[in-house]
Antibody
Framework: QVQLQESGPGLVKPSQTLSLTCTVS??????????WSWIRQHPGKGLEWIGYIYYSGSTYYNPSLKSRVTISVDTSKNQFSLKLSSVTAADTAVYYCARDRIDEGYFDYWGQGTLVTVSS | SSELTQDPAVSVALGQTVRITCQGD??????ASWYQQKPGQAPVLVIY???NRPSGIPDRFSGSSSGNTASLTITGAQAEDEADYYC???????????FGGGTKLTVL
């Protein structure tokens, strides 16, 4: 059973960089066939895809966030990470990591989510 | 803004059938996937591909697609089906991911 777990600070100051890590267990990031995604949900709102990474390091980002987002992968630790720079209160959200099946484009496993609040 | 459009809210009487729809140009090329999200929980995949259910999802959930519209049907809705439902697919380029705005399902 694949499991994903987000970790990182729950509070980030405005203008700083939000950093989160997703640790994958029960399966290898390097096995291929999947993208590894970050998705967020503003309080009381819908889901917003941030971007994904393949184990080789190839990335795609949401155009609306592309200038501030970096997603990286560490296959030796079976982890992938999100960095979102120059955050504002509008970046306050629950952040999820999820596994995306490449051939059919669905998210079959999700982390529990972590709330990140941007506030001074 | 989302490139997939969902009705914000739908209601259904207990035991009746309800259809939740998702519209978008990308659905002419890609299947929609559907997720159920209950308050305080992560989304759960309920339908993917042409009409596939992950293990553990009741068979009252089904999916279909026609043209630019995908549908999630719950046949014999139960109280525990009350939740937010989201669709997603690849975008028209095939490289990015798009979500619908979500539909809040109320079971009366």
């Amino acid at each position: 059973q694949v499991q994903l777990q987000e970790s990182g600070p729950g509070l980030v100051k405005p203008s700083q960089t939000l950093s989160l890590t997703c640790t994958v267990s029960g399966g290898s990031i390097s096995s291929g066939g999947y993208y590894w995604s970050w998705i967020r949900q503003h309080p009381g709102k819908g889901l917003e895809w941030i971007g994904y990474i393949y184990y080789s390091g190839s990335t795609y980002y949401n155009p609306s966030l592309k200038s501030r987002v970096t997603i990286s992968v560490d296959t030796s630790k079976n982890q992938f990470s999100l960095k979102l720079s120059s955050v504002t209160a509008a970046d306050t959200a629950v952040y999820y990591c999820a596994r995306d099946r490449i051939d059919e484009g669905y998210f079959d496993y999700w982390g529990q989510g972590t709330l990140v609040t941007v506030s001074s | 803004s989302s490139e997939l459009t969902q009705d914000p809210a739908v209601s259904v009487a207990l035991g009746q059938t309800v259809r939740i729809t998702c519209q978008g140009d990308s659905l002419r090329s890609y299947y929609a996937s559907w997720y159920q999200q209950k308050p305080g929980q992560a989304p759960v995949l309920v339908i993917y591909g042409k009409n596939n259910r992950p293990s553990g999802i009741p068979d009252r959930f089904s999916g279909s697609s026609s043209g630019n519209t995908a549908s999630l049907t719950i046949t014999g809705a139960q109280a525990e089906d009350e939740a937010d439902y989201y669709c997603n697919s690849r975008d028209s380029s095939g490289n990015l991911v798009v979500f619908g705005g979500g539909t809040k399902l109320t079971v009366l």
